[in-house]
Each structure stands twice: as structure tokens, then as C-alpha cells.
């Protein structure tokens, strides 16, 4: 009984030991996440004619609004529009058809190929995509994402700066309506972007987002092309490895473009969550174990349960709540986002800390419905029950 009393003590002061380093990273963020945002955007010196590759797979509920975005640029240069599907029924094509419907103007390649080249479909549709790319400056962008009208200028204006060899960017979360939804873009809020952004300040982190990947043709050329990175999980992690292992920067610029929210459900979230978490996982091992001080709050609750309610254990549990909320004032101040739903931070706080306890449990994921093993080099193979 002894022994397991000071066991106990022991867990609960390396728990609080935890909680408050997670408070020192907590507040840390809190500024840096404001100062990132503060710098001045890039304004292009010129307008290359640009090509957005956007790979497409299945109906989203805000599809539609998501492309619209895209043709709606303030930018002087030409502007191409691929498309690309694997399926010539995927739904995903009303929405292009649509499109061309309420921009007759826009310049717009739609290709239907169902060539694979790896387990990563969504690199093999980009394979297929870029013969018919017909301009030297690409865009890859996710379909979920939406962007604001000087979106390719910014870009433009980034990649133009002195050995800038691809140009990436941080994004938010935009809602569809419903609770599940709301949870995912705090998640995105509130432990995504700060990690980020403290991450890339101290040199942590070298992220590359698929959200948005901006490259010269002749850039993407030295990397050996989109074919190599086919059998990966994270390809926009290795895409930019490939770029700063050819002696070019990735750059960040100081605004976020929009990631739908879609989840809407419990099962849908903490799956997504899950996939995201083993991926980051899989690409930066030792980076994910330290990712542990973004959730003092749950390491202050287990202080508590640990150390049988001791008066002290809720000091600790009160200083990381304290912490979080500051950090989510400023991020909200710096996305320029209203301050609303406090409450629920603190509820998806420990939700998030036992998704990170999980994703050690396994190296599957999975994807666009497909079940996938994921190696120490971050390649994925069909998991053994998807081979048969």
C-alpha cells in the first residue's frame, strides 16, 4: 500500500511537472502566433500565367463555394483550372459543371483518368492531371480548401522572393453547421496552427501544408516530378523535403486560407483526428512525442486523479485552463475569428490528448475509405485484411 502510495505521488508530480512545462509552451505560443500573422504579406513584382492542379474525390457540402474562391482572384496574369477525377461518375463533377456554368469566362480542364500508381490516390490523379498543365508557375490546392481574392497574388509575390523554391500555407477551419464540425476547427485553432507557428519559430518544425503547394515547373522537375511520392501518406511533408533537399526554401506567408470542417459525427472526428496524429507520427517521431506539453490541461487532470484531489493539483489544473484560454484569445485575435465557444475547449483539450495517446497504439490509418499500414518511413501499404 505504501509502495503504491508513492508510485502514485510520483505520477502525479511528474504529471504536474508536465502540465506546467505545457503552460511555459502554451503561453510562448500565445505570442508567437499573433507576431507570425502581424508580418506584411508579398505583393508579385510580376504575373506569370498560373496552373491550379486540384484533385477532386467525391460530393462536399461546400465544394462548390470552396472552387468558386478560386475564380474569383484579383490577379492580372492567366489563370488555368485542371480538374481531376479517377471515376468519370464521381460526383465531384457537378460541382465543376456547375462551375463552368457561373464562370463561363474561367479557363477550365476537367480529366477523368483512373491510372494508379501507388497507394496514394490522390498523388496518382495529380500524375494524371499535369500533361495537362499548360503553365511554368502550379498551385496544387486541396478540394476543401477556400481562399480569399489576393490569394494567388500573395503566393505570386512569395515564390518570387530570393531562393523560394515552393510556397506553402497555414490554414483554418471552417465550420460546416453542427457540433462535430465546430470540435474539428478548434482542433485546427487552438492545437494545429499554434503548433505550427511555435514550431517554426524555434526551429522545430518544416512543415509543408497539401492544402496549398506552389511551385515553379522547373522546381518540380529537379524533385523528379508528383510520381515519386505515390506510395506516401504525408506526400506534402515529403514534397517539401525533396525542395529543401535540392537547396530551395519552402515559405509560409502571414495569412490562412479556409479547410472545410465536414465531420458529423464523433466516429468521423476522432477518425480524421486519428489519421492526422499518425501521420504526424510517422514523418517527425520524436517531434509528436514532444507535441505532449500542447496538452497541460490533461496532464493537470491526471495530477488531480493521481494525487487524490490535492489542494495543489488544482492550482495546477487552474494555471493550464488560465493558459489555454489566453491562447485562444490570441489566436482568435490573429485569424480576426470571434471569440465564442470557451467552453468547449477545455472538453476537446482532453478528447485531443487521448486521440495523441492512441495514435501510438497503431501504425494503420485510414483513407478515403481504404485501410493502410504506414511504415517507419512514412509509405503506406495495404493494410493485411485490404490485400487480399
Known sequence: MNAAHWIAAAIAYACAACAVSGVGYTLVASVLIGRFFARAVAEPGSFPDITVVKPL???????????????????AGAVQFVFGVHDPADPALQ???????????????????????GPNRKISNIVNMLPHARHDVLVFADSDVGVGPDYLRHIVGELEKPGVGLVTCAYRGEPEPGFWPRLSAAATHYQFLPGVVTGIALGLARPCFGQTIAMRRATLDKIGGMLPFARHLAEDHAIGEAVRAIGEKVAIPPFTISHACVEASAAQLVSHELRWSRTIRSVDPLGHLGSALMHPLAFAVLAVVFSGGASWSWGTVALALFARFALKLCAD???????????????WDIVLFAIFVASFGSSRVIWRGFSFEVDGDGLLSPARDESR
Open 57 to 75: 474525390h467525391g460530393s462536399e457540402g461546400a465544394l462548390l463555394r470552396n472552387l468558386s474562391s478560386f475564380c474569383e482572384q484579383n490577379y
Open 333 to 347: 485575435r490573429a485569424l480576426q475569428q470571434a471569440h465564442g465557444g470557451l467552453w468547449l475547449l477545455p472538453i
Open 95 to 117: 460541382a465543376v459543371h456547375e462551375l463552368q456554368r457561373l464562370y463561363p469566362q474561367a479557363d477550365i480542364t476537367v480529366i477523368s483518368d483512373s491510372g494508379l500508381y
